[in-house]
Structures are given as C-alpha cells and as structure tokens.
C-alpha cells in the first residue's frame, strides 16, 4: 500500500505501507527490528484521542496522526518506552513510519516544515 500526505505545501509519499488488522493494532512496531521494521496504518472505527505507547520499540519512530478527511492533523516523533503519547486533536487514523534509513527522508522533509 501506498500513501500520499500534504503537509505545508509538500507532499510526502511512503511507501510500503501496511494496514492493521485488530491483531497487529495491539503489536504495532513492538518488537520489530528497525532496520526490517514498515510503516503501518492503523484505521480506528471512531474520531477520538487514542492514546498509544513505545513499549518494547527499540528504535523512535514517526507518528502521523490524520482526521477524518485524511488531513494530516499532528505529528510527533515518539521515543522507546514512553508509557503514553496522545495527541492533541482527534483522528481517525495514525501512520507509525520507523526511523531508519529507507524512510529518512520523510522524517527530514517532516522536521523542516516543523521549522517553517
């Protein structure tokens, strides 16, 4: 799967995106080597503040909260074993992109426009 986001004028393609089932909404990027680790979307049934956490991940990784128009709503890099992370706004979806080297260049593209 592939994903197109628009933030501040830019837009942002990641590839090799997966989709969450109910399963893998509960293990997330727990777990997962960085290097080996993709991208996954997680498609919440309703518009709310989920919290979520970075329990047993070992690496940070980029999380891309979107609203119910899939704009991008925030955005925040979460750091291994933070006990909890929630958002500002509310969202219906939540993109968790690993900080390796294949997806780099997004968390670069997404700390400039944070500068902007």
């Not at 993709?38 to 990784?61: M, Q, T, Y």
């Not at 958002?87 to 260049?105: G, R, V």
Request: aromatic fraction near 14%.
């Amino acid at each position: 799967m592939r994903a197109r986001l628009h933030i501040k004028g830019r837009s942002i393609i990641i590839e090799d995106l997966r989709k969450c089932n109910a399963f893998s909404k509960f293990i997330g990027l727990m777990f997962k080597r960085r290097e080996k680790a993709a991208p996954l979307l997680f498609d919440f049934a309703k518009e709310g503040r989920h919290a979520i956490h970075s329990f047993f991940v070992f690496f940070p990784f980029l999380a891309i909260w979107l609203d119910k128009n899939n704009q991008v709503a925030e955005y925040k890099v979460v750091y291994p074993f933070v006990p909890l992370v929630t958002p500002a706004k509310e969202f219906s979806k939540l993109i968790e992109i690993p900080l390796n080297e294949k997806y780099k260049k997004i968390f670069l593209i997404m700390q400039n426009s944070r500068r902007e």
